[in-house]
């Protein structure tokens, strides 16, 4: 296979694809041949790459090294967030979150963007280290939007990538409800009066569900589309209704009801009338509740309901700026820490907390909640950084008031709009008055500033603006477009 063929038609792929044309010379790497046609998944499309031989040429490696850096590097947040991304058609690259979801929970993820060409995948996050994520969801080829619910209380992943040459700007929002609706008419979770933990007869046994308090006869729900599997009597639950929720694998126990409204066999949906609230079996001595249980694969495995039921209190995520200079290369002004997570959005403690005993840390419901309790999940750390005055870097993209920023160097974080004090952190150095172009006096190589391959060379008297000093080189953004390092001249 000839390389100046293969590369003669990928120059012809970046041409076709409006990247620009190039201001210096790149050695001949590997071409294709054969048509290369973007495939519906992630993996098929690499796979299509490497099938083309395009995953050893510069920009095809470069695709799937962007991927493997983002999943071991990703972003940690807690929904709901928000943020407004660019990708840069020319440098192909991908970005992940990382955050915690719990057992109940309901996560819609939605993606808008300018084009349908990427890939959008959420994985569980394995916390063992003895396999491999597990892929759960992923956007469809039509669509813009992720929804899942867990199964299980644990970190998950999401991973954004463009095809290559693809770019552009994108808006990724995330957030999460209850799964399921609240079983008791009228009422809320401040009629909740005893937790899922608590316990029984003198601690000799545990409470098995929540007990949520309203006046007798008031109607008792269906929370999702189940069937009824048992109506009847038990010695502690007095009037019973099971419903068995087969799309999620779990069994709905409703005890001490005052009377039953549904038959077995029946089909229910969520928000159907199944029965009335009461105080019949071993609450007799108590005032009207429902006792109601969640069991999760068998009876032997119950499951705290309250993330099934109550929704997390509701903290929209900051709007986005109007005016983030996403995309362009900025210098800070001063010491900066770069962080590896998005700011919180200001989150408030919740009125109405969940009291289960057997939580263990991580907030309200994200934690071991089961009776043998279970060890929270480990997910990826946060770390952070600290750079320095006149570093430049690059803005990929806004949260708020942060901005998600690159050095040279790779690292990727996010820092603070502003100081505390309300000055500016970064400024820009692409307005026109500090923007000139130079001209280059010796053939000089060019770098990738992330990586720092060679990716060609600079003939003299070719036209680049300076950013700013790197190492032993400087940054330029070539007549372009694109940014490389400047170092090694070529004799």
């Not at 994108?170 to 005893?194: C, H, K, N, Q, T």
């Not at 505390?420 to 001209?439: K, L, M, N």
């Given at each position: 296979?000839?390389?100046?063929?293969?590369?003669?038609?990928?120059?012809l792929?970046?041409?076709?694809?409006?990247?620009?044309?190039l201001l210096?010379?790149l050695?001949?790497?590997?071409?294709?041949?054969?048509p290369?046609?973007?495939?519906?998944?992630?993996?098929?499309?690499?796979?299509?790459?490497?099938?083309?031989?395009?995953?050893?040429t510069?920009?095809?490696?470069?695709?799937?090294?962007?991927?493997?850096?983002?999943?071991?590097?990703?972003?940690?947040?807690?929904?709901?967030?928000?943020?407004?991304?660019?990708?840069?058609?020319?440098?192909?690259?991908?970005?992940?979150?990382?955050?915690?979801?719990?057992?109940?929970?309901?996560?819609?993820?939605?993606i808008?963007?300018?084009?349908?060409?990427?890939?959008?995948?959420?994985?569980?996050?394995?916390?063992?280290?003895?396999?491999?994520?597990?892929?759960?969801?992923?956007?469809?080829?039509?669509?813009d939007?992720i929804?899942?619910?867990?199964?299980?209380?644990?970190?998950?992943?999401?991973?954004?990538?463009?095809?290559?040459?693809?770019?552009?700007?994108?808006?990724?929002?995330?957030g999460?409800?209850?799964?399921?609706?609240?079983?008791?008419?009228?009422?809320?979770?401040?009629?909740i009066?005893?937790?899922?933990?608590?316990?029984?007869?003198?601690?000799?046994?545990?409470?098995?569900?929540?007990?949520?308090?309203?006046?007798?006869?008031?109607?008792?729900?269906?929370?999702?589309?189940?069937?009824?599997?048992?109506?009847?009597?038990?010695?502690?639950?007095?009037?019973?209704?099971?419903?068995?929720?087969s799309?999620?694998?779990?069994?709905?126990?409703?005890?001490?009801?005052d009377?039953?409204?549904?038959?077995?066999?029946?089909?229910?949906?969520?928000?159907?009338?199944?029965?009335?609230?009461?105080?019949?079996?071993?609450?007799i001595?108590?005032?009207?509740?429902?006792?109601?249980?969640?069991?999760?694969?068998?009876?032997?495995?119950?499951?705290?309901?309250?993330?099934?039921?109550?929704?997390?209190?509701?903290?929209?995520?900051?709007?986005?700026?109007?005016?983030?200079?996403?995309?362009?290369?900025?210098?800070?002004?001063?010491?900066?820490?770069?962080?590896?997570?998005?700011?919180?959005?200001?989150?408030t403690?919740?009125?109405y907390?969940?009291?289960?005993?057997?939580?263990q840390?991580?907030?309200?419901?994200?934690?071991?909640?089961?009776?043998?309790?279970?060890?929270?999940?480990?997910?990826p750390?946060?770390?952070?950084?600290?750079?320095?005055?006149?570093?430049?870097?690059?803005?990929?993209?806004?949260?708020?008031?942060?901005?998600?920023?690159?050095?040279?160097?790779?690292?990727?974080?996010?820092?603070?709009?502003?100081?505390a004090?309300?000055?500016?952190?970064?400024?820009?150095?692409?307005?026109?008055?500090?923007?000139?172009?130079?001209?280059?006096?010796?053939?000089?190589?060019?770098?990738d500033p992330?990586?720092?391959?060679?990716?060609?060379?600079?003939?003299?008297?070719?036209?680049?603006?300076?950013?700013?000093?790197?190492?032993?080189?400087?940054?330029?953004?070539?007549?372009?477009?694109?940014?490389?390092?400047?170092?090694?001249?070529?004799?």
């Amino acid at each position: 296979m000839s390389r100046g063929a293969l590369w003669s038609i990928f120059i012809l792929i970046l041409l076709v694809a409006a990247v620009g044309s190039l201001l210096f010379v790149l050695r001949p790497e590997e071409v294709v041949e054969e048509p290369f046609s973007p495939r519906k998944s992630h993996a098929a499309y690499r796979d299509g790459l490497e099938q083309m031989e395009l995953n050893d040429t510069e920009m095809g490696s470069a695709w799937i090294s962007a991927a493997i850096r983002a999943e071991r590097n990703p972003t940690a947040v807690t929904p709901p967030v928000r943020e407004e991304i660019f990708f840069d058609p020319a440098e192909p690259d991908a970005i992940a979150y990382s955050f915690p979801v719990s057992r109940g929970r309901r996560v819609t993820i939605d993606i808008a963007a300018d084009h349908r060409r990427y890939f959008a995948d959420v994985f569980r996050l394995n916390n063992e280290g003895t396999e491999t994520d597990e892929l759960i969801a992923s956007r469809s080829p039509d669509g813009d939007q992720i929804v899942f619910e867990a199964r299980s209380n644990g970190f998950y992943l999401l991973r954004l990538q463009p095809e290559l040459l693809r770019g552009g700007r994108y808006v990724v929002s995330m957030g999460e409800r209850a799964a399921l609706a609240f079983p008791v008419e009228g009422a809320s979770v401040a009629d909740i009066w005893s937790f899922f933990g608590d316990g029984r007869d003198a601690g000799a046994r545990t409470h098995h569900g929540v007990d949520i308090f309203a006046p007798r006869g008031t109607p008792v729900l269906a929370v999702s589309d189940s069937e009824v599997i048992r109506v009847g009597q038990r010695e502690r639950g007095g009037n019973v209704v099971v419903l068995q929720d087969s799309a999620r694998g779990i069994n709905l126990y409703y005890a001490h009801l005052d009377e039953h409204r549904t038959t077995r066999g029946a089909q229910v949906r969520a928000g159907d009338v199944i029965g009335t609230v009461g105080n019949t079996g071993n609450a007799i001595t108590t005032p009207p509740h429902l006792h109601i249980g969640i069991y999760q694969g068998s009876w032997r495995n119950p499951v705290d309901p309250w993330a099934y039921f109550i929704n997390p209190v509701t903290v929209e995520p900051p709007p986005l700026p109007q005016d983030a200079p996403i995309g362009e290369w900025m210098v800070t002004t001063a010491a900066v820490t770069v962080v590896n997570g998005v700011p919180a959005a200001g989150r408030t403690i919740p009125r109405y907390r969940n009291r289960n005993p057997l939580l263990q840390g991580a907030g309200d419901t994200f934690a071991g909640a089961e009776i043998a309790v279970e060890r929270a999940p480990t997910g990826p750390q946060v770390f952070s950084t600290v750079i320095a005055a006149g570093t430049p870097v690059r803005v990929l993209g806004a949260a708020g008031e942060a901005l998600r920023v690159r050095t040279p160097g790779g690292y990727i974080g996010f820092i603070g709009a502003r100081t505390a004090a309300g000055t500016a952190q970064v400024v820009a150095i692409s307005e026109a008055d500090r923007f000139v172009p130079e001209h280059v006096g010796e053939r000089r190589v060019a770098r990738d500033p992330i990586s720092g391959d060679a990716i060609g060379v600079v003939e003299p008297d070719a036209a680049v603006v300076r950013i700013a000093s790197v190492g032993s080189g400087e940054l330029v953004r070539l007549e372009s477009g694109r940014v490389v390092a400047l170092q090694n001249e070529v004799q």
